[in-house]
């Protein structure tokens, strides 16, 4: 029963594999192979972070292309999530906006690698009738956030926009309410760039905002700001653009008013990529850089590097070398930015060094 | 917890014992269908105890951390480690009180149409219809509430409770952009619980015998005055103990809520303003968290939502036996 589902799985991701070049023949030489070789379909299970699976969902249909006989699966549940699961080795591989702190790393059962995959943007969207282009500051920013100000036309925000005619409305805030990367990524920032917030609310999945409404997840966050006129949150870019949220420039810490982009993130990456540690574990928020846009994060993949099984721990090492390389050209129209080549040469050693036992997993032609 | 089991324990097997000395047969048969249905009725007390013994020693780090002040605290940071269920447990409370009180008098006034006045043609296809309310996700009922009934309170009710019931403390302050809020929450809360009360009520109303009507009719009673001293007199402990389930409903509701609350851990006598429940603070962080000591806190929460629910369930029952016991309800009998 089962091996007979596993056959039709692997037909049909056969089928869709070959479809645009191979002829008839070719399809039922290479079916009948595979109905030999049916047992060793191998799946590998993911689970994490929210914001990298439109990605991820958009490589693991690609990957059948590349290897019929790899099925990855990835669970949409949360970075926290992602960081629990693999720690109880619940799945193959986490996902996770924020990289594990020491203590999580000191607890989990072996060495775990953070692999980058992607680079996201945290943009802070609005709801103002008229206006495009807003220009923020980080202090700005900080201050609307903590509730000191209180309207549109504050001559903070005026000062900023010259030129642009600021409505005077209450401005209401919105917030995720689930421990999200999204949320750690922008009071990272906050905190990083202004003490008044990093000594009243400080940085984390989930932390207390001082004012506003609390959103669940991304779709609630732009649910609650279209309906609010004056509302001012955070999404991630690429939801931000799907939502057709306007969204602001954000000053860097070159004075620069940068509008978030693949361009501008990966220019945030770039200008740290020269100093990643070894662990790969970096903050590329508030980078410098004259391009950079200052709230940017990688976002990571979490692997062990003793993997338990020596056919599934080398087919997720491919799958990752693969993501890294080809699957980079595939997140641009989804408004992911690729990583710079530095860090990829560095991703590279890290895959190089998962094994099983002393076997390593990723041979040199690799 | 514990001693809550002990007392039901005995009380089940009491119950289970009856049958069988009043059969007094021994068909192998029957003792066989006695012990399975006994193992069945055991399985729930089981798994309760499973749960409820899970669930405190998952949040044993919380317990231990911040013992009673837990259940007092009225902040909740994160950051700082400072954790308070209260605001929660007021949110949970206010939010389904909202929702009883706007649903007791429409509930009631459905049920009295559906089981006395509607004329036949109509009481099974209305009847179905407030059923029907019942089974609309949770998730439809929320985006129909973010999108719709909040701003549309927004616009037409919060202004005209403001100046009519603006003197009130619950009905000052400026309400939200959006129009979420704890009265949101509550008015799409008694939707959500209307059809568990209507229909219960409903039929327990029919249950009632028709010669108790037609005897008060012929006495020269209008028809209120039957539904008032023949019928509702006789159901008045059943639709006390309908509109507990309904409230046990209200307790619990997730998805929903935390789309309308506002999801604020504040309390605040403004029923315009933002608030959060326990069921709502779960759904939306514990897929997100990888910290222990926060896992623990959040199944704490978990805990004491379900106590409350205990707490509730076992006031109902009393409420009911004192209801059964009010000399009105004798009478009628």
Known sequence: ?366 | MLPTHSEQAPRRELCEQKPSKVEGGRNFGDGLFKWITAGFAASAVILLAAMVMQMTRASALSIQRFGFGFLVGMDWDPVQEIFGAFPFVFGTVVSSVIALLLVIPIALGVAIFLAELAPGWLTKPLGLLVELLAAIPSIVYGLWGMFILAPWLLKNVYPILEKTLGFLPLFQGVPQASGRGMLAAGVVLAIMVLPTVASVSRELMVSVPKGYREGVLALGATRWEAIRVAVLPNVVSGIVGAIVLGFGRALGETMAVTMLIGNRAEISASLFAPAATIASMIANEYAGSSDELYLSVLTELGLVLFVLTLLLNMASKLLVWRVGRMPGVERSL
């Not at chain 1, 969902?57 to 699966?73: C, G, H, L």
């Not at chain 1, 943007?121 to 282009?133: K, Q, R």
């Not at chain 1, 609650?224 to 955070?234: D, F, L, R, T, V």
């Not at chain 1, 020596?310 to 997720?316: F, I, R």
């Open chain 1, 1 to 366: 029963m089962r091996i007979a589902g596993c056959i039709a799985v692997a037909i049909l991701g056969l089928s869709i594999g070959c479809k645009p070049s191979d002829t008839t023949i070719d399809k039922k030489s290479d079916a009948s192979k595979l109905l030999t070789q049916s047992e060793k379909i191998i799946e590998i299970q993911g689970a994490g972070a929210s914001f990298p699976y439109p990605l991820y969902s958009k490589w693991m249909a690609e990957y059948q292309k590349v290897d019929p006989r790899i099925r990855v699966n990835y669970q949409s549940i949360g970075s926290g999530g992602g960081i629990r699961q693999v720690m109880e080795k619940i799945v193959d591989f986490g996902g996770s906006d924020a990289p594990m702190v020491d203590e999580e790393l000191a607890k989990a059962p072996g060495k775990i690698f953070h692999i980058p995959t992607t680079l996201g943007a945290v943009v802070v969207a609005y709801n103002l009738a008229g206006v495009v282009g807003l220009k923020l500051s980080s202090e700005v920013v900080a201050r609307i956030f903590l509730g000191e100000i209180k309207n549109w036309d504050d001559s903070a925000i005026a000062a900023l926009n010259v030129g642009v005619v600021l409505p005077s409305q209450p401005i209401s805030i919105v917030y995720r309410t689930d421990g999200s990367g999204t949320t750690a990524v922008f009071t990272e920032y906050l905190s990083k760039t202004n003490a008044a917030w990093k000594e009243k609310v400080g940085a984390g999945k989930s932390v207390k905002f001082p004012i506003g409404l609390g959103a669940k997840g991304n779709e609630g966050i732009s649910g609650q700001m279209k309906m609010a006129p004056g509302s001012i949150g955070y999404v991630e870019l690429a939801y931000a653009k799907q939502a057709k949220l306007a969204y602001a420039f954000i000053q860097n810490s070159q004075g620069r008013f940068v509008e978030p982009s693949l361009e501008s993130v990966a220019a945030a990456a770039d200008s740290v990529a020269g100093r990643i540690p070894e662990d790969l574990r970096v903050s590329i928020v508030d980078a410098s850089g004259e391009l950079s846009y200052p709230i940017s994060a990688f976002t990571y993949v979490l692997v062990y590097e003793e993997q338990a099984d020596l056919s599934k721990g080398v087919e997720l090492a491919k799958f990752l070398w693969w993501a890294i390389h080809d699957g980079q050209k595939l997140g641009a129209p989804l408004h992911y930015a690729p990583l710079p080549s530095q860090v990829v040469t560095k991703i590279e050693a890290k895959l190089r060094e998962m094994r099983v036992g002393k076997q390593m997993l990723l041979t040199a032609k690799n």
